[in-house]
């Protein structure tokens, strides 16, 4: 089976599987686990942020963030399609007690006008709006990615209004390298930076939150609540600094099979979007086939896709665990079946 349904289905390479078996580790809640200390600090350069908190998902560092940053009956300004509308399971809502504030963008990014006509401050009637989240590359729309003026002209716009930032750079690394610049040149000078270990990293699991030294405390105690303080954390913090020595440069090899795959079905007329980075956006539509039927097919022939929330749309993976012979595998199965 040739499982493209998203990246986070990567199994720990041996190599990764022998970090883990020799960490040195302590009890993480108590502050002991130097593994995990070593992460945190790793990651805080790495993005350009003070501190960093070693979290067992990258849901739950988005929902430390929104609670730092808000009240109850604030607004958060995103995308419509973002993780954080669609997959959080109403964590805004019922964690944070925020009004989602959605615009919707074909690619899920905005710029700083948008931001400001979303956003509502001052009117007693109004949530104020406390928070913009930025999802970068932003999943729901294929791996998109904010061109850099738009990230500026938003945090500018922010910093203008007062409003916090938070930047869901769950696969930020992706950004990084498709954009060509350093990832701080991202992430700095956003309150708070999600960054996951489970997707193209290819870790078991795991995700930071990068905050102000400020933010620690109050984001240890909110993980603390939400249960995702840990014991011995340092195997899983071991794997994640393996990834970062050994799994960030190959994201590009992701990068072009995802660019090979979608040139190779340029004739089918099932890609109608561009490819910034690891995910190739299917539109069954396009091609009049009924969606649910299409993965049914492929799924039989061996390869397997996944759904995504706008109808219609499919999407391929391309992560550590397919290479190229499984790309041409699957642009055989694929023009197979819609061709049939
Ligand atoms: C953009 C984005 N943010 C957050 C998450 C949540 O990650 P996790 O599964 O580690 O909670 C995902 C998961 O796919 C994601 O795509």
């Not at 928070?131 to 500026?152: C, F, I, K, M, Q």
């Not at 970062?244 to 340029?266: F, K, N, P, Q, T």
Request: aromatic fraction near 2%; proline fraction near 4%; hydrophobic fraction near 45%.
């Amino acid at each position: 089976m040739i499982d493209l349904r998203t990246d986070t289905v990567t199994r720990p390479t041996a190599g990764m599987r022998a970090a883990i078996a020799e960490a040195v580790v302590g009890d993480e809640q108590k502050g002991e686990d130097p593994t995990t200390g070593a992460l945190e600090e790793r990651v805080a350069t790495l993005l350009g942020t003070e501190a960093a908190v070693f979290v067992p998902s990258a849901t739950m560092a988005n929902q430390i963030a929104l609670q730092l940053w808000s009240r109850r009956g604030d607004g958060v300004v995103l995308s419509s399609s973002s993780h954080l509308v669609h997959s959080e399971a109403g964590g805004p809502a019922a964690l944070a007690g925020l009004m989602l504030q959605p615009i919707d963008t074909p690619d899920g990014s905005f710029d700083g006008d948008q931001f400001i006509a979303a956003a509502t401050t001052g009117a007693v009637e109004k949530p104020a709006t406390a928070l913009v989240a930025v999802e970068n590359t932003h999943s729901n729309r294929g791996g998109r990615v904010w061109p850099l003026d738009r990230l500026d002209g938003v945090r500018n716009a922010a910093a203008a209004m007062g409003v916090r930032t938070h930047l869901d750079g769950a696969r930020v690394l992706n950004a990084s390298l498709a954009v060509g610049v350093p990832v701080d040149r991202i992430s700095s000078g956003f309150d708070s930076v999600t960054l996951c270990l489970s997707k193209g990293l290819g870790c078991p699991l795991g995700a930071l939150l990068a905050v102000p030294e400020e933010a620690v405390r109050p984001a240890r105690r909110l993980k603390q609540m939400l249960g995702g303080a840990m014991r011995q954390s340092g195997m899983l913090a071991a794997a994640g600094l393996y990834a970062l020595d050994r799994h960030v440069e190959r994201l590009a090899d992701d990068h072009r099979r995802a660019r090979r795959l979608a040139e190779m079905l340029s004739d089918t007329g099932l890609v109608q979007s561009p490819v910034d980075t690891n995910v190739v956006l299917l539109d069954t539509n396009a091609v009049g086939w009924d969606r649910e039927e299409l993965l049914r097919r492929l799924a039989a022939n061996g390869v397997l896709l996944s759904a995504l929330p706008q109808p219609n749309m499919v999407r391929a993976v391309t992560h550590l665990d397919v290479d190229d012979d499984d790309i041409e595998r699957t642009v055989t199965v694929i023009v197979d079946v819609v061709r049939k």
